[in-house]
């Protein structure tokens, strides 16, 4: 075998390497740019802060994570998981709903993360995202996970979508999460409004 | 002739095992920029258990379940659906467990109630969350743990 072909052999794969490489560093720029904010996350941000002062910026200010030590959080994202986190114990509550999160209630093994923590996390990552037009949330599309055809862990064979009533229940625990932290009513407004733009992706009857 | 031939598929071996090894470690140093001063997550250890009534509470009752829940250990929030008749508790899972938590603050009031249980078919189904005994999930969390 020739010398060139053997040199072949082992650059290519080194060139695949690099192209990869730099196509992760170049997201990593992209993100230290200007973070995308709206007012509604701004909103949020400056309300979890104490409701003080100037709404402009206050969603992307990195403050100390009340709930983790040591680390940092964007206020907009400690609002939108302080809500999510309260949610969650209602939906848990839920008759109609708590079927569908089975991973809240199921027994974690002494000191292993919990299925709260993850779905805390994945689906504040949701949220945040639809709120603050930021891409953080990396979890598949809603319609896709919300059909037992097209993914086999949602529902079942009798009962492969959910429906619009579901998304009212669901849609009504959040809502009086927010409440009972005393979001104000115009907040709760828009994050509604903003739930029910997923709504044809997650009820197969809606309008 | 033969010598070459197996000169050749020497080379082609190493040349594959090389790739899948460079292939490998991309994935590794990718997961490795993903996870880099991630830090845990928030409420990493905090697990939500709930226990249903079989008939409504009354106000005594529902003012001693609640001190009885709050004197737990690691319990961290209560809340009570009076609807549904029933109580979703979180608590530390490195202080508590659910079943220790209910035989202490619940079953001791002898009243009409049920554990909720989630059995391990119920778990195969319902809201995606990241599958962590993925090999995927699993080199995930060691790189997570060797490079933080």
Redesign the interface.
Known sequence: ?KTS??IG??L???T??LL??SS?HNN?KDDMTVIPTTPLYDTLGWFIQGATGQVAGQGTKMIA?P??D??K?QAGRLAI?TVV?KA???I????RL?????????????????????????FTDFVQTAVSKQDVYK??DMKT?HNHAT??????ADHPTSNKQDFDVFVGDVAQAAQSLNVPASVIGQLGTLLYTTEGDIAYDAD | MTM?LW??IK??L??LV??AF??F??LV??IG?MVYHK????????????TDFLSPLDSKQIAQLKSNLGAQKGIK?I?L?TK?H???Y?FD??EN??SSIYQNAINEMHIKAKP???SAK?????????N?HSFYGKLTSVISKAIN
């Open positions: 075998m072909s053997k052999l082992i290519i794969p080194f695949c390497i990869c490489l992760c990593d994570d709930d983790n040591g680390q959080i998981r986190n969650l114990g209602i848990a509550s839920d008759n708590a079927v569908y999160f089975p991973t809240l209630l199921a027994e974690v093994g002494d000191g292993n993360t919990t299925g709260l923590a993850h779905l805390l996390n994945s979890g598949p996970v993914f086999a862990r949602f529902g079942s | 070459k000169q050749k080379w082609t190493i040349g090389g790739l460079l292939l470690l991309t140093i990718h920029v830090g845990p997550l928030p409420f990493e250890h905090i697990q939500m258990a709930r929030s809340y659906n549904d029933n109580v979703v979180s899972n490195r467990s659910a909720y249980t989630v119920d778990l195969e189904s319902g809201c995606p969350v990241m962590n």
